[in-house]
């Protein structure tokens, strides 16, 4: 059996590598590296994959987060929602334009931001609500566009874990991309995500061409023609080498997700009957892409054994996230609430190994070892 990796991008890369080496070559070659054909290619792709009408990419996804909050305009002291248990980008592009994170506990069944606490969070200040569609699962889309309506808050997707995920976004069930469903989402393609460069790189998506030009502008010093600058903005772009990249392995998106879940119904099978574990929930209105599959176990003392024992076992893991940001130094100051069930899920989460490269026979053994852990020993 092959070593487990948590993420295998070798595996990955193996796999097509020649096709790969080719794409990295032509774009060497042809002298282009930042912007340029091979980046509005991959915008196009990104683009008619999803069905958004813009896609503009950028340097990774904290970027993505902050060029899309700089384009709507929202004043100092402008408060946004956002859920606590989430990577800390999420929150750092909203503190950075001193904007206001007001922090909204989870559902404990998804993870996802719990959408029935969004009306108690609401004050005159707050302008946007950042859903992030954690682990490759969406939000309650439907829930939180009826809210933003009703609050005329703006909706910024964070959609860095789920690309390729769809979920039910009106009453008549009609279906969408996560990213193209508020007034603007992204994603990232860091390595290990399920659209993962050689590197660093994001994508904006919006169906507004007003602000479609302004984040184009943001990304790109504020400059609709070289040493033209409109407004301030930043250098935040895609490399060409990672836009070829993206685009051939854009094409092997939609088999990898479906690997992906095809492997969390397969631990699912052989996990579920384990009353001492937690699967994930899939929810009705969203497919989940499984970004991560992570379990809930009962405490932190064993999930602590559970991890050591797997590593005897040499099968890795990884905690997502271990402290949620609300109890983070940088944070705190923001927050003096308890969000009891982002606190609990915190010492409780534990991921295992996923991605598109895993077999049949790892997930077996995987499976079978956690059989054999015993919670008392
Ligand atoms: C939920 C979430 N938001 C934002 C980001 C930021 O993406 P990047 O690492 O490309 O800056 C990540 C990446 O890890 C993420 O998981």
Redesign the pocket.
Known sequence: MKKIHMVDVVSMYNAHASTIDKTIKKVISSGSYIQGPEVNHFEKKLSYFLNSKFTISCG????A?YIALMALDLKRGDEVLVPSF??V??VEAVCLLGLVPIFIDIDPNTFLLNHNLIAKSISAKTKAIIP?H?FGQCCDMLAIRNFARKYKLYIVE?A??SIGSKCIINKNKKLKFSGTIGDIGIT???PSKNLGAFG?G?AIFTQNKKLANKIKLIANHGQNKKYNHQIIGLNSRLDAVQAAVLSFKLTLLKKHNNKRKKIAKEYNSRLSNLDWIKVPVIKEDSDHVFHQYSIVLSNKIIRKKFQAYLLRHEIPTMIYYPIPLHKQKAYRMYNKKPLPVSEKISRQIISLPMHSEMELEQIIFICDVIKKFKLNG
């Open positions: 990774n996804g904290t970027d987060l989430t990577f980008s999420t992030v954690l964070d860095a874990q990232s393609f860091y660093d994001g």
